[in-house]
């Protein structure tokens, strides 16, 4: 565990790919492969879910420590993170040797038992923990049960450096961690191996992610060079279809069983076919907005009673690239080789649950920015440009690399909303107040009162940041723990990219990715806007506008 805890603190303490992907590597040179096998796990994303809220480790805390809660909680707003102040607060252990415990011990005595255990034991299994590892084991043991595991390891480093230990090259690790890692010693073996098993017939491949275009499209060259078509508001998603069907999310989740009509629309299509699309609700000859999807994501499983449901709101698997075409990986290939081969393999789907999305043909950039601007009337999110030329790679390369692809995003929508409370943030930013809330002017019992409706913690730099702060604190109304209520003075306008009706905000209303666009100094906190005004960008959000699916008029 000490191990693995210096290897924490190295990567958190240096933004430096090369520093991190060498870390790394000395790490996994050296630690036992069941540890590895946690480590990659961890980096994965795939971090033990449902073991310990905050209100437990607080008391057990309170209670090793002797610390009153009224000063644990000043401890807690001075260093802004509670695993952080906990770590500081507790005495040293007391048992001998408990440092020599191995990352695996710690996670499969210590943190998977905390599943599904009630109150009583989950304390008893976080006191001792507390009681027996140092100081820094501690701090990072609070962050795999509290869910602040978060070092900055992109996948691609990870791919990196184990890429370096088997001597392949970093796409073909990449390969590898896609699809289901289990944290064992035999699976970690397996990803350096020469004739590796994680290479099978499930995986899928590392996605081609594209990049935000923030110039004039024309600046691209001329239009005959890219490929154009909708940028879909769903889940992004691989169907692969080799020694069976499978339907994975970008996030390496398998979603088959969420979607079964998508698995039987594939069944005709030859193993060894891997497609790249996104998977959307349609209904009336329109894609519904991405809110409509929850109602299947993270089902366990979608029994036929339930299937009635979506009797209207069909899923669709919108199909825009194809990776392996009868077995042969054609990621190598041009995009519009790859469009050619996807037009012949779908030429004959017969299913409305698997289709092609459709290619723009408008022949000028000032054309095509006309339809552009008719993407949130249709539930799209923008267009998606794809040269002709490019390869698809894996994960995010650089526009100096490679033409590759760009997003060109809607506008956002906007509210200028006021600033009521303020949340610290983490990691090198514990002790600053890094994540707001906003609120919009509603009515309650007749009154006109201020109704919070998003969180946001981006859109600030650090001088920004350190100047709200500094404001945050001097004018605070009253402290929630970590969190403080502040006077409803500043405004400053949030872009977001969709909304929809939520019973999880006062305001009833919840919006998708937020960030903060710009402080509204010149209006003031009664100036700013109503919940009508989100009310009524709701109503237009509800409707459906223009087919994008190209009949008619999606793709002329």
């Not at 998508?262 to 609700?281: K, Q, R």
């Not at 995009?335 to 030429?347: K, T």
């Not at 998003?454 to 929630?480: C, H, P, V």
């Amino acid at each position: 565990m000490q191990r693995f805890t210096d290897l924490y603190q190295e990567l958190d303490a240096t933004s430096g790919t090369t520093a991190k992907t060498a870390a790394l590597v000395r790490y996994f040179s050296g630690a036992h492969p069941a540890d590895s096998a946690w480590a990659v796990a961890l980096f994965l994303g795939k971090r033990p879910k449902g073991t310990a809220s905050s209100r437990v480790v607080t008391a057990v805390a309170l209670e090793l420590s002797g610390v009153a809660p009224w000063l644990f909680a000043e401890c807690r707003a001075a260093v802004g993170e509670l695993a952080e102040t906990i770590a500081l607060l507790l005495p040293a252990s007391s048992a001998a040797g408990a440092a020599t415990e191995s990352l695996t011990e710690v996670i499969e005595q210590r943190v998977l038992p905390l599943a599904g255990a009630d109150e009583a034991a989950r304390s008893s299994i976080i006191r001792s923990a507390f009681e027996v590892l140092p100081p820094d084991q501690r701090y990072v043991y609070l962050k795999l049960i509290r869910g602040g595991f978060r070092v900055g390891v992109q996948r691609r480093i990870l791919a990196r450096a184990l890429a370096t230990l088997a001597g392949v090259e970093p796409a073909v690790m990449e390969h590898r961690l896609a699809g289901v890692f289990v944290p064992r010693a035999s699976s970690f073996e397996d990803l350096l191996s020469n004739e590796s098993e994680a290479d099978d017939a499930a995986k899928p491949y590392p996605f081609f992610l594209a990049s935000q275009l923030d110039v004039q499209a024309s600046s691209l060259g001329p239009r005959s060079e890219w490929l154009a078509e909708w940028k879909w508001d769903g889940i992004r998603c691989q169907l692969v279809c080799r020694d069976q069907i499978l339907l994975w999310s970008r996030g390496d989740e398998l979603i088959t069983h969420q979607f079964p009509e998508i698995t039987a629309a594939a069944s005709h299509l030859p193993p060894g076919t891997v497609l790249d699309g996104e998977v959307l609700l349609w209904d009336g000859g329109a894609p519904l907005p991405f809110a409509a999807l929850q109602r299947r994501l993270n089902r366990k499983a979608a029994p036929t009673q339930q299937l009635g449901l979506f009797a209207t709101d069909a899923p669709v698997f919108m199909a825009f690239d194809i990776l392996e075409d009868e077995g042969a990986d054609v990621r190598g290939e041009a995009s519009a080789d790859r469009r050619r081969r996807l037009e012949r393999r779908l030429a004959d789907s017969g299913s409305d649950s698997l289709r092609l999305s459709p290619l723009l043909t408008d022949a000028s950039w000032t054309s095509l920015a006309e339809r552009r601007s008719t993407s949130r009337s249709r539930g799209v999110e923008g267009l998606m440009l794809k040269h002709v030329s490019s390869p698809y790679a894996a994960g995010r390369v650089k526009p100096a690399d490679s033409p590759g692809w760009w997003k060109w995003k809607i506008d956002p929508l906007t509210a200028d909303a006021v600033l009521v409370y303020a949340y610290p943030g983490t990691g090198k930013r514990a002790t600053l107040f890094t994540d707001y809330a906003f609120a919009v002017w509603g009515e309650r019992d007749g009154k006109r009162v201020l109704l919070p409706f998003t969180r946001a913690y981006s859109g600030l730099d650090q001088a920004e940041i350190e100047k709200l702060d500094a404001w945050i604190r001097r004018n605070t109304i009253r402290t929630m723990g970590p969190a403080r209520e502040v006077r409803p003075e500043r405004v400053f306008e949030i872009g977001f990219e969709g909304i929809a009706a939520s019973p999880r905000h006062k305001a009833g209303i919840a919006v998708r990715f937020p960030r903060i666009l710009r402080e509204r100094e010149d209006k003031p906190p009664e100036d700013a806007d109503t919940l009508e005004m989100l009310q009524q960008l709701l109503a237009v959000a509800d409707r459906r506008g223009p087919n994008p699916d190209g009949t008619p008029d999606g793709s002329g």
